[in-house]
């Protein structure tokens, strides 16, 4: 027999919990995103969310744009931000700059970061180049399914551990974990869970001067742009679509893109 708390706990109960809004996306609490490498199941999760019906399929790259969609969790509005795939936040491709640019500037509550359970190695690299940005993110095991077919098993304890941020594990196309993944997402957007993620200590004191150097010049001229550090250290690199970006001023106008919330 089960008593009401009992019941308050069990998944169906909080299964009740979603409505998915398609999209409406009117008054919104927070917004998320959904980032990680191509084809990791990133749409997948984002229509079992929303239920729209984004273009899934088993090869990468099928995402170009950016998708937007709504639901409600325990009461709170959310807007989801569907990406492209992204090998790196370095990426130049047309496709790939969509998916950077709203990481970067977007200045989304959560960013989810979807991964394959068969390729986590690999797919780490993004998720520690979008940890230097933001102190706000949940990763998704996806492909679970897949991982237990080869007999892989992954330590998610330990993940969460040492990335410092919820690691929920996911098979998204049978739709479990869902609501695991919406309950962490919750707890970071709401600030019940705070996140802790490793940062690069190993700098030189005089990489870090010419940072904050670059990074004060910056701010003067985009006060309201967002990962001045991670700009300054582009130009620092020479990468061309930043020096670019900044040259024409093209930056700001990325960065206020971005913010546009219906
Ligand atoms: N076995 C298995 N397949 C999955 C799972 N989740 C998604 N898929 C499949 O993986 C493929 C890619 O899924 P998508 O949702 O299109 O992936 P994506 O990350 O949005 O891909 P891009 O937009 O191309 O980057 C599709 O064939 C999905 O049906 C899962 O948990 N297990
Ligand atoms: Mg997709």
């Excluded at 708390?5 to 169906?12: G, H, I, L, M, V």
């Excluded at 997948?44 to 790259?61: A, I, K, M, S, Y």
């Excluded at 940890?131 to 679970?144: G, K, Q, S």
């Excluded at 670059?214 to 003067?220: D, P, Q």
């Amino acid at each position: 027999m089960h008593t009401k708390d009992n019941c308050a706990t069990c998944p169906a109960h909080n299964k009740a919990n979603l409505v998915k809004l398609g999209i409406n996306l009117e008054n919104v609490d927070f917004v998320i995103t959904m980032a990680g490498n191509p084809n990791t199941g990133k749409s997948t999760v984002f229509n079992n969310l929303t239920g729209l019906r984004q273009h899934t399929g088993n090869w990468p790259g099928k995402t170009v744009s950016r998708a937007e969609g709504g639901f409600i969790f325990n009461d709170k509005r959310y807007k989801v931000v569907d990406l492209p795939g992204t090998y790196s936040l370095l990426s130049t491709s047309t496709d790939e700059e969509v998916a950077r640019d709203f990481i970067l500037f977007g200045q989304p509550d959560v960013t989810v970061i979807v991964v394959d359970a068969t390729r986590l190695e690999r797919n780490l690299n993004l998720v520690l180049q979008i940890l230097e940005l933001t102190d706000r993110a949940v990763m998704c095991v996806n492909l679970m399914d897949e991982a237990k077919r080869n007999n892989l098993e992954i330590d998610i304890r330990t993940l969460s551990k040492e990335l410092g941020i919820p690691v929920i594990p996911a098979s998204a196309r049978r739709k479990e974990g869902m609501n695991e993944l919406l309950q962490a997402i919750e707890e970071v957007a709401t600030g019940k869970y705070l996140c802790r993620p490793p940062k690069i200590k190993s700098r030189s004191k005089k990489l870090k001067h010419a940072i904050e150097t670059l990074s004060v010049k910056i701010k003067e001229s985009y006060p309201r742009l967002q990962n001045v550090k991670w700009v300054a250290m582009r130009l620092l690199e020479g990468d061309n679509s930043i020096i670019e970006a900044v040259r024409s001023g093209e930056i700001g106008n990325l960065h206020e893109k971005q913010l546009k919330r219906e």
